[in-house]
């Protein structure tokens, strides 16, 4: 896989729940910017015919499948890449960053890596409908259209959120929400990154003001983490957003600071 874009390859991770048609406003722009653009799905989401249908989602995988996967695409491109994930998309974005793969990286509102401790109440509230049930380690859970109106478009009016439920929403394996839920019991934990690393490329996190599911505090504290590194690490947070701040309204501001904080650390010396 080569890289034609003049900027290079910049590649799009998306979350749980979630397709990469979630990107679809993001690929074009960041196309007409200069940049070869990626946005694979993960491992067996690419071929759903039956969005919400959890029994032909993929199920029993977790972040270590997810990253190897990414890992696999990664290996074919000529040089890295920046890499933009979002949730546990921003969460698998800092693991290939950690082993070195990754230009740069943002992360939107990314699942708390292992040594990110806090918990609100609201994102309890969107775990619990996996964590719930054991079972569901093993299994694609799915979320209501009010689960997911709570969880991702708390700050839209009820039939908006329900037409992106319609367009986005998929069922998500259950194993990955265990696996981050019990990392910080885990001294080998999937979610684990080296919050000290000084070779990793520079990150910017973004947070949400209005996020159920990782609530800006969580994203703030990832930050902080982060800036353990030598490395370059930024935060930005976007007021009156809700977790589907890269696709709800107002996505292009979000997309915009993406691209400049992206330009200014990647042009040359």
Do not use: C
């Not at 800092?94 to 609100?120: F, Q, W």
């Not at 929403?169 to 990392?183: D, E, K, N, S, V």
């Not at 934990?189 to 159920?212: C, I, Q, W, Y």
């Amino acid at each position: 896989m080569s890289t034609t874009g003049g900027k290079g390859t910049i590649m799009f991770v998306h979350g749980l729940w979630l397709t990469p048609k979630s990107w679809e406003h993001w690929i074009p722009r960041f196309e007409g910017l200069g940049y070869e653009v990626l946005a694979p799905a993960w491992p067996g989401v690419a071929e759903l015919d039956e969005p919400h249908d959890p029994d032909k989602a993929p199920a029993d995988i977790g972040v270590g499948e997810i990253v190897d996967h990414y890992v696999s695409i990664l290996g074919g491109l000529d040089a890295k890449p920046i890499v933009v994930g979002h949730s546990f998309g921003g969460l698998i974005a800092e693991i290939l960053n950690d082993r070195g793969l990754a230009t740069a990286v943002v992360a939107l509102s990314p699942a708390p890596a292992k040594g990110v401790y806090r918990l609100p109440i609201a994102s309890l509230r969107t775990a619990s409908v996996a964590l719930r049930n054991p079972a569901n380690r093993h299994r694609a859970v799915k979320l209501s259209p009010a689960q997911w109106q709570y969880s991702f478009t708390n700050t839209l009016p009820e039939a908006e959120g329900k037409a992106f439920y319609d367009a986005y929403a998929i069922p998500g394996p259950g194993r990955t929400l265990f696996q981050a839920a019990a990392a910080n019991f885990n001294p080998k934990a999937a979610t684990k990154v080296d919050f000290h690393n000084p070779d990793r490329g520079p990150m910017l996190f973004v947070a949400a003001s209005e996020d159920h599911t990782v609530p800006a505090s969580v994203t703030r504290e990832a930050y902080k983490h982060h800036t353990k590194s030598p490395v370059r690490t930024d935060f930005h947070q976007f007021e009156g957003r809700d977790h589907f701040t890269a696709g709800a309204p107002g996505w292009e501001a979000v997309a915009d600071h993406v691209a400049g904080w992206v330009d200014e650390v990647t042009k040359p010396a």
